[in-house]
């Protein structure tokens, strides 16, 4: 059985527009875009990261928040020493506008 987690206090970590405002934004029905934040069904992983960089945020807390992660994994993502030679240069690309999406 899946856990479900209440995300709407990650939700207004992220925005304080209205669940039917971010619905709106991401072209789904506020109802079960509340069902879903509210815990009462699943959120796709997906639907998560589309919130987040709808608002310019990290999706990775809404990750943790769901489930997906813990906070274990992601200090871990954090630290740059760690980080692959392919993942920094990566990133590089990506900030300086070489690459579309990370």
């Known amino acids: ?3 479900i987690y209440d995300l709407r206090p990650w939700l207004t970590s992220v925005t304080s527009d ?3 405002v971010v619905a709106a934004r991401l072209g789904v029905t ?3 875009l509340y069902k879903q934040l509210k815990g009462e069904a699943p959120i796709p992983p ?3 990261v589309r919130i ?3 608002y310019d945020q990290n ?3 809404g990750l943790v928040a769901c489930g997906l992660l813990d906070s274990k994994e992601v200090e871990e993502i954090s630290d740059v020493r760690k980080a692959t030679d392919r993942i920094l240069v ?3 690309e990506y900030r300086l506008g070489l690459r579309e999406s990370r």
């Open 1 to 3: 059985m899946t856990e």
């Open 18 to 20: 209205s669940i039917p």
């Open 30 to 32: 506020h109802g079960n």
């Open 46 to 48: 997906i639907t998560v």
């Open 52 to 54: 987040a960089r709808s």
């Open 59 to 61: 999706p990775i807390p």
């Open 90 to 92: 990566h990133e590089i």
